[in-house]
Protein backbone atom coordinates (compact mmCIF):
# COMPACT_ATOMS: atom_id res chain seq x y z
CA UNK A 1 0.00 0.00 0.00
CA UNK A 2 1.35 3.38 -1.02
CA UNK A 3 -0.96 6.03 0.95
CA UNK A 4 -1.20 9.12 -1.57
CA UNK A 5 -1.31 6.98 -4.22
CA UNK A 6 -3.23 8.98 -7.03
CA UNK A 7 -5.03 6.49 -9.03
CA UNK A 8 -6.32 3.22 -8.74
CA UNK A 9 -7.90 1.10 -5.46
CA UNK A 10 -8.16 4.02 -2.42
CA UNK A 11 -8.94 2.61 0.82
CA UNK A 12 -10.79 5.62 1.49
CA UNK A 13 -14.27 7.02 0.43
CA UNK A 14 -15.00 10.55 0.71
CA UNK A 15 -18.35 11.52 1.84
CA UNK A 16 -19.58 15.07 2.24
CA UNK A 17 -16.26 16.13 2.21
CA UNK A 18 -15.20 13.88 4.72
CA UNK A 19 -12.63 10.80 4.35
CA UNK A 20 -13.92 7.48 5.72
CA UNK A 21 -12.32 4.35 5.75
CA UNK A 22 -13.84 1.63 3.50
CA UNK A 23 -15.25 -1.49 4.84
CA UNK A 24 -13.55 -4.39 3.89
CA UNK A 25 -15.18 -7.73 3.46
CA UNK A 26 -15.66 -9.80 6.76
CA UNK A 27 -15.71 -6.07 8.65
CA UNK A 28 -19.52 -5.30 7.76
CA UNK A 29 -22.52 -5.74 10.32
CA UNK A 30 -22.85 -8.88 9.75
CA UNK A 31 -20.06 -9.97 8.10
CA UNK A 32 -20.43 -10.77 4.63
CA UNK A 33 -19.07 -14.04 3.51
CA UNK A 34 -15.59 -14.94 1.78
CA UNK A 35 -15.27 -15.07 -1.03
CA UNK A 36 -17.85 -12.07 -1.61
CA UNK A 37 -20.61 -13.17 -3.24
CA UNK A 38 -20.78 -9.84 -4.71
CA UNK A 39 -17.65 -9.54 -6.05
CA UNK A 40 -15.11 -12.24 -5.24
CA UNK A 41 -12.93 -10.45 -2.79
CA UNK A 42 -11.97 -12.44 0.30
CA UNK A 43 -11.30 -11.54 3.90
CA UNK A 44 -9.65 -8.36 4.71
CA UNK A 45 -9.56 -7.40 0.96
CA UNK A 46 -11.36 -4.21 -0.79
CA UNK A 47 -14.59 -5.15 -2.53
CA UNK A 48 -14.87 -4.08 -6.28
CA UNK A 49 -15.59 -0.60 -6.78
CA UNK A 50 -19.78 -0.67 -6.54
CA UNK A 51 -20.27 -4.27 -5.24
CA UNK A 52 -23.25 -4.54 -3.74
CA UNK A 53 -22.08 -6.27 -0.22
CA UNK A 54 -19.93 -3.25 0.46
CA UNK A 55 -21.23 -1.63 3.41
CA UNK A 56 -21.41 2.29 3.65
CA UNK A 57 -18.96 3.45 6.41
CA UNK A 58 -21.39 6.15 7.53
CA UNK A 59 -24.82 5.07 7.20
CA UNK A 60 -24.35 1.27 7.26
CA UNK A 61 -26.12 0.83 4.25
CA UNK A 62 -25.44 -0.48 1.06
CA UNK A 63 -22.66 2.06 -0.31
CA UNK A 64 -23.47 0.90 -4.33
CA UNK A 65 -26.67 2.05 -3.46
CA UNK A 66 -27.47 3.84 -0.12
CA UNK A 67 -26.84 7.21 -2.14
CA UNK A 68 -24.28 8.70 0.36
CA UNK A 69 -21.62 8.85 -2.31
ZN1 LIG B 1 -17.90 -7.58 -2.63
ZN1 LIG C 1 -24.40 5.51 3.24
Redesign the pocket.
Known amino acids: MHPGDPEGETDTVT ?1 DGEKYARLRVGEETPPCESPCSGCGAYYFALHAVACDCEQ ?6 A ?1 AS ?4
Request: glycine share 24%; net charge positive; hydrophobic share 25%.
Open positions: ICPRCGGLCGCL
